[in-house]
């Protein structure tokens, strides 16, 4: 079989409409609801001609092909790329890149580190770090969202919550660039991540290992629960990649889109500063309208069907969360950033035996800091123009120029 970007080209199916866009183009990153909305429009999935593979973006068909993982696995890889026809570019995840029996025993040991429960004894930490940031932050005239916050947070409080003895913020951010971008074709947006890519690398391995993670924190907690399981000597260090992989860019992405929302949604800031209990449910509906994770992808395992649809054996399938989480059909007047809106079903964390498994630290983090916000911000007003970063599976911001009044 000749390989197509790095999967199996499949044929047209009867009663989709092929389409020429690039999903990972300039043009689409940069302006993703555009998208999202012609490819609802399209029907329940699409054919991409460029990739010859399938796409989705209605809540239905998303939500329907992410609830089944044995339909539609990933250990065939998340991106385009099928990793039992071409070898990926790191060794797989031992959570977002296998699928169950494997995956429920793997993801145990995460969910044990990052119980509600070893998460809630860090609320302190993340509020005082919060307060002082911000306060920093109070003192200049004009800041950019993203470099002096949105990127300061999460790298401060999460290696130290993770336990983290010796990274720093560029390879972090560096080694998230990457993962992301690793999902998409190998296009400009892939190729520039990947070319800092080897002594980030090592700095991000060497990280994993238990000599260089403290005796305090969530790390320590994998390599104590797996240290039963010694014959795999890679398993705990590999867990603990996927903390590196999954926890950085993404809550970085979710703040300064948060940031976003709150700076050109000035009233609904105030509601949230005049009733504080809306703060979670703002964090929700920031997380439902921007969908920080924008896409991935899942393998069709079988020959199958899903809403009339027939689907061959080894299709890539481009789940676009982002474009479920705006689907009309789901929810009144999606494109409206609401405080007040139902939030629950969104599917910016995910669905089914992948969710999110860090989502209560994520929440934690972000939440905290909501809250010093909401706390010591009088205002947050736009400074500038907000400058997107091209990015093949999330949809992040470079630069929020925004003036922080107190
Ligand atoms: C990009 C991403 C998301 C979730 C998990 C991982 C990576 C991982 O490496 O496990």
Redesign the pocket.
């Known amino acids: 079989m000749s390989l197509f970007h790095g999967h199996k080209a499949i044929k047209v199916p009867q009663n989709i409409t092929a389409w020429d866009i690039d999903p990972y183009s300039k043009e689409v990153l940069l302006d993703p609801e555009t998208f999202f909305s012609a490819l609802r429009e399209r029907g329940p999935f699409v054919y991409l001609n460029k990739y010859k593979m399938l796409a989705c973006g209605r809540y239905k068909e998303t939500k329907a092909v992410f609830s089944d993982h044995q339909r539609f696995v990933s250990s065939r890889g998340v991106g385009i790329q099928d990793f039992k026809l071409e070898k990926p570019w790191r060794p797989p995840?031992l959570?977002?890149e296998v699928d169950p029996p494997k995956h429920t025993r793997n993801r145990r040991f995460l969910t044990k580190a990052l119980s509600p429960n070893k998460i809630a004894q860090l609320k302190d930490f993340f509020k005082n770090c919060a307060d002082e940031l911000i306060n920093e932050l109070l003192q200049k005239k004009e800041i950019d969202g993203i470099l002096d916050l949105a990127e300061i947070f999460p790298t401060r409080v999460f290696p130290e919550a993770v336990g983290l003895k010796k990274i720093d913020k560029e390879t972090l951010l560096g080694y998230g660039a990457m993962?992301?971008n690793a999902l998409g074709p190998d296009n400009e947006f892939r190729k520039d991540a990947m070319a800092k890519g080897l002594s980030v690398l090592e700095k991000i391995n060497k990280q994993c290992l238990e000599e260089n993670i403290s005796a305090k924190g969530l790390a320590k907690e994998i390599y104590r629960s797996t240290a039963e399981h010694f014959e795999e000597d890679e398993l705990a260090g590999m867990l603990v990649?996927?903390l590196l992989?999954?926890g950085i860019d993404t809550t970085v992405s979710a703040i300064g889109n948060l940031l976003w929302c709150f700076a050109k949604n000035p009233e609904q800031f105030q509601l949230v500063k005049d009733d504080k209990s809306l703060v979670g449910n703002a964090v929700e509906e920031s997380l439902r309208l921007t969908s920080p994770v924008k896409a991935f992808c899942r393998t069709s395992a079988v020959e199958t069907e899903v809403s009339g649809i027939a689907i061959e054996e080894g299709t890539k399938i481009l789940c676009v969360l982002g474009s479920a989480n705006t689907d009309p059909e789901m929810w009144d007047n999606p494109y409206k950033y609401d405080v007040t809106r139902r939030t629950i079903g969104h599917l910016a964390l995910g669905i089914g035996v992948h969710n999110c498994v860090g989502q209560t630290l994520a929440r934690a983090e972000i939440t905290a800091l909501t809250m010093s916000l909401v706390e010591r911000v009088k205002t947050i007003r736009p400074a500038g123009i907000a400058a997107w970063k091209p990015n093949n599976a999330m949809r992040s911001l470079e630069s929020l120029p925004i003036i922080l009044e107190k």
Do not use: D, I, P
Request: overall charge positive; proline content about 0%; cysteine-free.
């Open positions: 995840s959570v977002l993962v992301f990649r996927s992989s999954a």
